[in-house]
């Protein structure tokens, strides 16, 4: 089956539809608040640690949950645990817009709730990814991710754009309300769908939920190929990414341009990682998900260098949208790779370890936080890719199966 023969089927496919529908809300919602939460952070604050630190609050909760979310993965109908989350992101997202059109939001109401809607963001991979994979079965599977995969990177580009028009015409309380209203449609879509993915039997379900994650963790540290997949997913949360986070401060401070233009360059960025999903979803191939995986978040890291040198916001746009491109590999094969390496009774607990992964880049914001508050925001992009092409190499020499690489 080509992919694209694998992708036609899936878009006939009704209830890969409505998973994917609930990716498409989520994810507009999602970036769309974590945009104009950093432009009202650097506005109030004037600080590009304290923008940082909105997505470490974000992040925060995989770290501190991922693992845990993933067992009950395994555990639990993950349709309805998704639905119960959206809903309650929708409840966060109308109380912060309350709180913008009443004139009272402060920096710590949007801190406390960007905490709040990160506890929801950790269900993504361990519910959501997982129950794609189960509609799409083997055969469907690599289409089926990197088209959700690209979907995500399109939300990535149309949220922030629709964050920064928002935010400049009608305030943060317009892109809020915005937001709730996709929070509620992605529960509506959850709860009407059909139970997909397979729950495990009652005896699995008895088992004790901290041998179900001692079980995961021996699994991961005896497999070579599973624990490089982790660790490319810490250099590129650690050194990588967090660049994103820097986009409010330079737009503002350093190019001098509005909300609507910060929207732009963070949407750029956005729709490299959807033009570069595409092509993969059409011409990928098994053999090279690794070295996708790899060498998108190296070309990622280098990118993000040259960006930080483009003297105005159209170039710096146009590298952007490069920076984006190669992440795709990345961002593609993720949950592809996780998927394909986990045997089924555990892929909601190794998608668990995933999130995670993603968690420790809490210390990546951290670090790209300090890093512009004392040298500005373009040469801590710099100083921070530059740390993250050193521990990239290393995973890379070691990998056997990169190098020679076999179908999944």
């Not at 986009?247 to 233009?261: D, K, Q, T």
Request: aromatic content about 12%; overall charge positive; glycine content about 12%.
């Amino acid at each position: 089956m080509t992919a694209t023969h694998g992708l036609g089927q899936l878009l006939r496919d009704p209830v890969y539809l409505r998973i994917w529908l609930v990716g498409v809300c989520g994810g507009i919602a999602r970036w769309l608040e974590l945009l104009v939460a950093g432009i009202f952070a650097v506005e109030m604050t004037g600080s590009p640690f304290l923008v940082a630190l909105l997505v470490v609050l974000r992040l925060a909760p995989m770290a501190i949950f991922g693992p845990l979310v993933g067992t009950f993965a395994d555990r639990l109908q993950p349709r309805l645990f998704l639905g119960a989350g959206q809903a309650v992101a929708c409840v966060i997202s109308t109380i912060v817009c309350l709180l913008f059109l009443s004139g009272t939001a402060q920096y710590w109401h949007v801190a406390v709730a960007t905490f709040a809607a990160g506890i929801i963001w950790t269900t993504e991979m361990p519910l959501r990814r997982r129950i794609v994979g189960d509609v799409a079965g083997r055969e469907r599977l690599a289409p089926a991710m990197s088209f959700d995969s690209a979907t995500n990177n399109a939300t990535r580009m149309v949220g922030p754009l629709i964050g920064g028009l928002l935010y400049q015409t009608i305030g943060a309380g317009g892109a809020f309300a915005l937001s709730a209203t996709l929070f509620a449609a992605a529960a509506v879509f959850l709860f009407g769908a059909p139970a997909t993915a397979a729950v495990v039997d009652a005896a699995a379900r008895s088992t004790k939920v901290l041998r179900d994650l001692r079980d995961a963790f021996a699994f991961a540290a005896g497999n070579k190929d599973v624990l490089r997949i982790f660790a490319v997913t810490i250099v590129f949360n650690l050194w990588a990414f967090p660049f994103v986070s820097m986009i409010p401060v330079i737009g503002r401070e350093e190019l001098g341009v509005g909300a609507g233009w910060i929207g732009v360059l963070a949407g750029l960025e956005g729709g490299g990682a959807f033009l570069g999903a595409l092509v993969i979803a059409v011409l990928g191939r098994p053999r090279q998900f690794r070295r996708l995986y790899v060498f998108g978040t190296l070309g990622y890291l280098i990118l993000i260098i040259v960006a930080s040198w483009m003297p105005g916001p159209w170039l710096m746009g146009a590298v952007f949208l490069g920076v984006g491109f190669s992440g795709a590999g990345f961002t593609t094969m993720q949950s592809v790779l996780v998927y394909t390496a986990a045997p089924p009774e555990m892929r909601g607990r190794l998608f668990g370890f995933m999130v995670l992964c993603i968690g420790t880049g809490i210390f990546g914001y951290v670090n790209i936080g300090l890093m512009a508050e004392w040298y500005g925001g373009t040469t801590a992009i710099r100083i921070v890719a530059a740390e993250g092409i050193v521990p990239l190499l290393l995973i890379a020499v070691g990998w056997r199966a990169l190098w020679r690489p076999a179908d999944y």
